[in-house]
C-alpha cells in the first residue's frame, strides 16, 4: 500500500510539474515529450510518467499518438477567439453587475492595492511574468467574486487551457505589462466612478490587446505553435472594433 501511495504522490508530482511547464511555455507547442527522459528526470519507471501524460491528455495539454510519441498540443486559435469573445459578454455585465451593487471604499482598495502591486512588480529590474499572471488573475477573480460569481470564473479557469498559454505567449513575446496593467488601472477606475457605460468597451480593448500586440506574429514567427482558425477574415474583422 505505501508503495502505491507513493507512486501516486510521483506521479502528481509529474503532473503539477509538465502542467505548469507547459502553461509557462517552458514546454513549446508542439514540442515531444520524451517518456524515458522524464523517467531519468524524475528517477521513476514509466508507470507514473505515463499517468501522469495520461492525465495532461485529458485537460487538453498534450497529445498522445500511438506509436509516435506524446507532444504538447498546439494553440487552437478558433478556441482562443472564442474563448475571448465568451470573456467579453460575461466579464462585461459580471463588472457592470458589481457595479450596481455599490462596493464600498473597503472593496475598492482590493483593487487598487492589485493595480499597486502591479505597479510595483513593473518597477523590478526584470519582470516575473510568472507573478504578473497571478495578479493579472487575482484581479479579474475579485469582481467576480465580488458580484457572487465565483463558480463562473472557476468554470472559465477550467476551460481556458489554449487561451492561458496564448496569454504566455503574449506576456513573452511582447512583454508590454505596462499595456496590460494601464488597462486594469483604466477599468478599476471605471468601477470607482460608477462608469457602467465604458465597461464593454474597457473590457473588450483589454481582453484583445493580446491579439492586437501578437499581430501577425502569431501566423508568420509562431505558426507551427498554432492551429490557424478556419474563418480568420471573420474573427480580425470582429476584433477590429476594439483595436481602434
Known amino acids: 500500500m505505501k508503495s502505491n501511495n507513493s507512486s501516486t504522490d510521483t506521479g502528481s508530482l509529474i503532473f503539477e510539474t509538465l502542467k505548469n511547464e507547459l502553461l509557462e511555455l517552458r514546454i513549446k507547442p508542439g514540442q515531444e515529450i520524451s517518456e524515458s527522459e522524464l523517467c531519468g528526470r524524475f528517477a521513476v519507471t514509466r508507470p507514473p510518467v505515463r499517468a501522469a501524460l495520461r492525465r495532461l491528455s485529458d485537460i487538453g495539454l498534450v497529445e498522445i499518438r500511438p506509436y509516435y510519441g506524446t507532444y504538447a498540443t ?15 459578454l460575461v466579464e462585461t455585465k459580471v463588472i457592470q453587475d458589481y457595479i450596481a451593487s455599490n462596493p464600498d471604499d473597503f472593496e475598492l482598495e482590493e ?51 489554449e487561451y492561458t498559454r496564448f496569454r504566455m505567449l503574449d506576456f513573452v513575446v511582447t512583454m508590454k505589462f505596462q499595456e496590460m496593467m494601464d488597462d486594469h488601472a483604466k477599468i478599476v477606475s471605471a468601477i470607482r466612478k460608477k462608469d457602467s457605460e465604458s465597461i464593454p468597451s474597457l473590457v473588450g480593448i483589454h481582453l484583445n490587446n493580446g491579439l492586437k500586440r501578437m499581430g501577425n506574429k502569431i501566423f508568420t514567427e509562431y505558426k507551427e ?13 470582429y476584433n477590429s472594433k476594439y483595436y481602434k
Open 74 to 88: 498546439l494553440l487552437n486559435m478558433d478556441k482562443i477567439y472564442q474563448i475571448i469573445h465568451m470573456r467579453i
Open 111 to 161: 483593487l487598487e492595492h492589485n493595480i499597486r502591486l502591479q505597479t510595483i512588480l513593473l518597477e523590478q529590474p526584470q519582470v516575473d511574468y510568472t507573478k504578473f499572471y497571478n495578479l493579472d488573475n487575482s484581479l479579474h477573480s475579485t469582481w467576480f467574486g465580488k458580484a457572487h460569481c465565483s463558480d463562473i470564473w472557476d468554470i472559465i479557469q477550467s476551460q481556458k487551457i
Open 225 to 237: 505553435y498554432i492551429i490557424p482558425p478556419k474563418d480568420t477574415e471573420y474573427w480580425t474583422e
